[in-house]
């Protein structure tokens, strides 16, 4: 008996070593292949990036950010949360730099002192999603105005997931609900607190409807019973903005680094790689860039 | 249906096709589990063997603080180590939120009470007459000590199992004080409720297989010491 037990510890303590190494120093990634050799530059610190579900769900991140870590030898935390969480991360000194989306609370922050040299990066758009055979109704009565498919909704009681987390998606949300006029409430009404993907499998689960991204949308398409009802409305517009969390509001925070990273996500080639992203894929760009 | 069959013919192949990054994964969270439940051990079993045995004014206070804290709801555990560690909190200056430290210290602050409060437990009882057993046969202090946890190691090895169990089976704690980040402090249960949330089920099963797995041998384990 002893000896099973000292065998299990034993095999335990062992994968624990062996694990520990790759786990616990995370180490830059290595260059694939001779293809495009960015010229090697001085190396940062690690960077924590606070960001929202949807850049990471969708896959965008792990496509762009493997270039600046072989670039400046460096390691991205990514902190993927929704953009009111990441905001408050960035007041608390808890990250390095802000991917968000939520133009009006991403102005104020930095008016407020706690970010500083904001700069849009992208954009994609929202779009209002269900189920198929579309039981409200929307599509036919609503067409494109996205706060008429909200009245809509609350006005049959059809069953609507909302994100609930303060996250860009569900500010953006709110505000349509206020252009319609309703004040959403009741057992139609869902509020789900999770990120956008889980919003989006629960709306499917549910058979609701639920406003999404479209990058995360067409990332998950596949998986879920859910098909576009709502889109081209202007007012679903989501701008995706870069902030450098102030460095003179708490000690520890990694300037440099997130110098380089704004330098970095707004120059042409980034750019260019994000307007490529999902094309392959999806057949059209997840998120449209716009840096300023 | 189709989903459980697809996500476990993909879970059974990821396992089996040493995909580094669900290896790591798994290493990760043995390893955060593992150092939590030794650390958590040497400040445990001694204080569970002194409350245990010890007469002291407001030990019955602490023997009901002690048993409230087993049942601590783990992301009261984890909210309470990120408001410290916070750059913005009393130890923010440490700069290790979001860092598998972090995730340790929540995970101890979750099994020092289990592991104290089964010692205590277990010591209550015969703890008495085996020191008074040892102390006739002239035992000192440090010797005592340890005289003691020879006697109750069987007790003590389940306290360390359960609490090595709680550990890697925890999820809400470690998501907020490690940041699910990739290669860094993605854990287990992370892992699972982020594939989940993707809609990626097979990776989600996969390493739901391989906790389910270890929480078998854990219990083996468990069941052999309390058999012994």
């Given at each position: 008996m002893r000896k099973v037990f000292a065998i299990v510890i034993g095999l335990l303590l062992i994968f624990t070593l062996v694990s520990c190494g790759p786990a616990k120093t995370p180490?830059?990634?290595?260059?694939?292949?001779?293809?495009?050799?960015?010229?090697?530059?001085?190396?940062?610190?690690?960077?924590?990036?606070?960001?929202?579900?949807?850049?990471?769900?969708?896959?965008?991140?792990?496509?762009?950010?493997?270039?600046?870590?072989?670039?400046?030898?460096?390691?991205?935390?990514?902190?993927?949360?929704?953009?009111?969480?990441?905001?408050?991360?960035?007041?608390?000194?808890?990250?390095?730099?802000?991917?968000?989306?939520?133009?009006?609370?991403?102005?104020?922050?930095?008016?407020?002192g706690y970010g500083v040299d904001r700069h849009r990066v992208m954009y994609n758009d929202f779009i209002i999603v269900g189920p198929e055979d579309d039981p409200a109704d929307l599509k036919e009565t609503a067409g494109a105005d996205a706060a008429k498919a909200l009245a809509t909704m609350s006005e049959k009681q059809a069953p609507f997931a909302s994100r609930g987390d303060d996250s860009g998606t569900h500010k953006k949300e709110l505000e349509l609900w206020k252009a319609a006029g309703v004040e959403p409430a009741g057992d139609w009404y869902k509020s789900v607190g999770q990120g956008m993907g889980a919003t989006l499998n629960f709306a499917s689960e549910q058979e609701a409807y639920t406003m999404t991204d479209r990058a995360t949308y067409l990332s998950m398409r596949d998986d879920l019973d859910l098909v576009i009802l709502v889109e081209g409305d202007e007012r679903m517009f989501n701008q995706y903005g870069v902030i450098k969390v102030n460095p003179e509001k708490h000690e520890g925070i990694n300037k440099k680094g997130a110098d380089k990273f704004v330098e970095w996500i707004i120059s042409d080639e980034i750019l260019e790689m994000i307007s490529e992203f999902g094309k392959d894929e999806y057949g059209q760009s997840l998120f449209v860039p716009n840096a300023d | 249906m189709e989903n459980i069959l697809q996500g476990f013919q993909g879970a059974l192949s990821l396992i089996f096709s040493g995909n580094r990054e669900v290896y790591s994964i798994i290493g990760l969270s043995l390893s955060v589990s593992f150092i939590s439940v030794v650390i958590s051990m040497v400040i445990s079993v001694p204080a569970g063997i002194v409350i245990g045995m010890k007469e002291f004014p407001l030990r019955k206070a602490v023997i009901m603080i002690i048993n409230t804290l087993m049942g601590l709801p783990p992301v009261i555990a984890g909210l309470f180590?990120?408001?410290?560690?916070?750059?913005?909190?009393?130890?923010?200056?440490?700069?290790?939120?979001?860092?598998?430290?972090?995730?340790?210290?929540?995970?101890?602050?979750?099994?020092?009470?289990?592991?104290?409060?089964?010692?205590?437990?277990?010591?209550?009882?015969?703890?008495?007459?085996?020191k008074n057993t040892a102390y006739t046969l002239g035992a000192e202090r440090m010797q005592m000590l340890w005289i003691l946890i020879k006697e109750f190691r069987t007790s003590i090895g389940s306290s360390l199992i359960a609490g090595y169990g709680r550990a890697i089976s925890e999820v809400g704690a470690v998501m907020l004080v490690g940041g699910n980040i990739k290669g860094y402090t993605r854990v287990m249960t992370t892992a699972i409720v982020l594939e989940t949330n993707m809609g990626n089920f097979d990776q989600a099963i996969a390493i739901g297989i391989v906790l389910l797995i270890l929480f078998f041998l854990i219990n083996i384990i468990l069941q052999r010491v309390q058999g012994a």
């Open positions: 180490q830059p990634q290595e260059p694939e292949g001779p293809g495009e050799q960015a010229p090697q530059e001085e190396t940062l610190d690690p960077i924590t990036l606070a960001t929202t579900t949807s850049t990471e769900n969708s896959g965008l991140l792990g496509e762009i950010l493997p270039h600046f870590e072989e670039k400046y030898s460096t390691k991205v935390n990514v902190v993927a949360v929704g953009t009111g969480q990441a905001m408050e991360m960035g007041k608390n000194g808890d990250a390095d730099v802000l991917l968000v989306h939520a133009e009006a609370t991403e102005i104020q922050f930095v008016n407020d | 180590v990120y408001l410290f560690l916070s750059r913005s909190g009393p130890l923010g200056y440490l700069g290790i939120l979001h860092s598998p430290k972090a995730m340790i210290i929540a995970q101890v602050l979750l099994i020092v009470p289990i592991i104290t409060g089964i010692t205590m437990a277990a010591v209550k009882d015969r703890g008495t007459l085996v």
